[in-house]
């Protein structure tokens, strides 16, 4: 049973300086550091036991900030390929399935490996968080992922959500009212969401989940690596994934150090192979050219190049690109590359995934699949080169054809841009 986890043994880093120091409760940025920087969990246990007996994520506790385990979590499952590794003449595909595949022994009810993320993150609270509710921004399956699994653990949560994006919060059963969602009106991407959860975290009891700063968040998306790694018995040489903010790149990035440290499992580093969505490339087109910094980016193009794309959860704006351990960081030391793929291409790409291995997937796992197809089609990994290919979201199909499915509606329509009077006006009137 979860309940016998026992709390994680862990202290906290900064990646800027490689100061050491406890975690006090929800610390999110290095005490004392005016330097922009990530700071990572350093766990007790250096070597990795999966803790088999254990339900669900917490499997991987040793390498996760567990304070208290939450009931119902799924962890993410690793199958070497046989149809899709057969078209593309790779000998040695795994890939690692966070979804709906109950024949895989997949059972995450959101379908996506957010679920990893609010398992872990809810499981690093321990009642000293500074407010009584959590706010999360989300484009989508961010939002579903914490909403259900705060819904199933009675968390006070506010979900802030572009209006536009609001068929990606549907659940097999309605939700607890611990759980509440505001939105960003038609026309509003994810960066106004972000704008909206900034502004409610400024009203007294009110706190931010934290997104790729919190260390429960990318450790619990690293468990796809951690999957993986141990399934395979060695570090992959190639990770694919389709990003927005670059966090599960970053989480595998981490978790592929843990597992140099603890030498088991190899001592050398995979190469990063991030995709994004085109037109929306803003990573894309810095690393092309090497910049830490992110390039200037029109505001009424990038909305444009938003709603043009199918991945709409791959729209971030902002992510934790030039930040100090952060994607840039990450894919220099990884000798890593970052592919733009077109919409025909993704939508082509999920139709041979769930032709050749028998699961629909979710568009920015499609993006990823593509990606692949790309770097295979320009000899960009070798035939018989470990590859890990992290389908992020899938069996939402299968889902929702043996479950009656529910949507939440939002409580609160916010203009575009609504300022902090408005704001705290009318969530402050919300009660839990």
Known sequence: ????????????????????????????????????????????????????DKAGLYRFSDWLPVVRPLMGSDSPVTYKSEGLSKVLGLSNLYIT????????????????????????????????????????????????????????????????????????????????????????????????????????????????EGGAKNVARRDGMATTMLSATTFIGRIPDYYFQAVGSGTG?????????????????????????VSQNAPFLPIYKAWKVKSRQMLPYDDKLARQDVES????????????????????????????EVLAVENDAARKAAQLFEQTEGIDIHPAAAVATASLLQAVENNQVEKDAVVMLNITGGGEALFAKENKLYYLQPLIVFPVSPTIEEVKEKIGQLRW
């Open 249 to 273: 790149a970053i989480a595998a990035w981490e978790a592929n150090l843990r597992f140099i440290e603890d030498g088991r499992f190899g001592s050398h580093k995979m190469k990063l192979m």
């Open 97 to 208: 399935f966070s979804g709906y595949w109950p024949a895989k022994g997949a059972t995450m009810r959101t379908c996506s490996f957010k679920e990893t993320e609010a398992f872990s993150v809810g499981a690093r609270m321990d009642g000293r968080q500074p407010g009584k509710v959590l706010v999360v921004a989300s484009a989508g399956n961010t939002a579903r992922a914490f909403a259900q699994v705060c819904s199933d653990n009675n968390i006070p949560l506010l979900l802030c959500v572009p209006e536009d994006n609001l068929n990606a919060l549907w659940f097999d059963a309605a939700l607890n009212d611990c759980v509440k969602l505001v939105v960003t009106a038609a026309g509003s991407d994810y960066f106004d969401a972000i704008h909206l959860s900034n502004l409610a975290c400024q009203i007294n009891g009110f706190y931010a």
């Open 1 to 52: 049973m979860t309940a016998e986890i026992k709390p994680t043994k862990y202290l906290l880093q900064s990646v800027a300086t490689g100061a050491i120091f406890e975690d006090t409760g929800w610390l999110l940025d290095a005490p004392g550091e005016d330097q922009p920087t990530l700071v990572r969990a350093v766990y007790e246990k250096k070597q990795l036991q999966l803790n088999e």
């Open 309 to 336: 794309i199918d991945a709409k959860v791959l729209s971030n704006r902002r992510p934790p690109y030039s930040i100090a351990g952060g994607l840039f960081d990450a894919l220099v030391d990884t000798d890593g």
